[in-house]
């Protein structure tokens, strides 16, 4: 069986996650980020794509005060292999690319099957983290790997945290284009939950 999947959005009022500039620290608060530390401590494994890793070079670890959480696998995708040495979960994450694999730090590489883009497909992607014995995956980021679960359909759960800022058109979407033209093509999701954290707004949505 196929991990389940939780996508995380930690956004602006409009969906945005950075500036155009690609500043985006902080735009939810201290609360929220908190949650984000528990949802990753709750999961078996967190993927990002590898432009994440280049805008932000994340560590990609649940850390919470006073605590020693269970850590996940990091995930990267990363078609050409632009992970660099130096970024700070290369010392043991599993990057999944459609490139020749070569070494990365102390990253396990795995080639998997592309999809018409030449991107890691999805399909191939969720059989790679069941056989590594992955039942749960969080993804965080960016807009177009969010973009790509959904449009494939394999996204059970969306955790939204919206922060009460509001950035405009330049801003960066939380999840790029989907290729639907029509309504009736849009992908529904059933609103589970509202709550407040901090000064954000904490969203919790199913498939439907």
Do not use: C, N
Request: aromatic content about 4%; glycine content about 10%; proline content about 5%.
């Amino acid at each position: 069986m196929r991990p389940r999947v939780t996508l995380k959005l930690a956004t602006s009022l409009d969906g945005k996650i950075a500036m155009a500039s690609g500043e985006s620290q902080w735009i939810t608060g201290e609360a929220s980020r908190l949650q984000g530390h528990r949802l990753r401590a709750s999961h078996d494994a967190i993927l990002v794509g590898v432009e994440t890793v280049l805008a932000d070079d994340p560590q990609l670890t649940a850390r919470i005060a006073g605590e020693a959480p269970k850590q996940p696998l990091r995930v990267v995708l990363d078609s050409r292999l632009r992970t660099p040495a130096t970024a700070k979960l290369a010392d043991g994450a599993l990057i999944l690319t459609t490139a020749e694999p070569h070494g990365i730090g102390q990253s396990r590489v795995v080639r998997v099957e592309s999809d018409s883009k030449g991107r890691p497909a999805i399909a191939a992607i969720l059989a790679t983290l069941e056989a590594e014995g992955i039942r749960s995956l969080l993804i965080e980021g960016g807009g177009r790997v969010a973009a790509s679960f959904i449009q494939a359909g394999v996204v059970d759960i969306i955790e939204w945290f919206r922060a009460p800022m509001i950035l405009g058109e330049s801003g960066r979407s939380g999840i790029a284009a989907l290729e639907i033209t029509k309504l009736s093509d849009a992908p529904r999701f059933q609103r589970l939950a509202v709550q407040p954290s901090g000064d954000d707004l904490w969203e919790r949505y199913e498939k439907v």
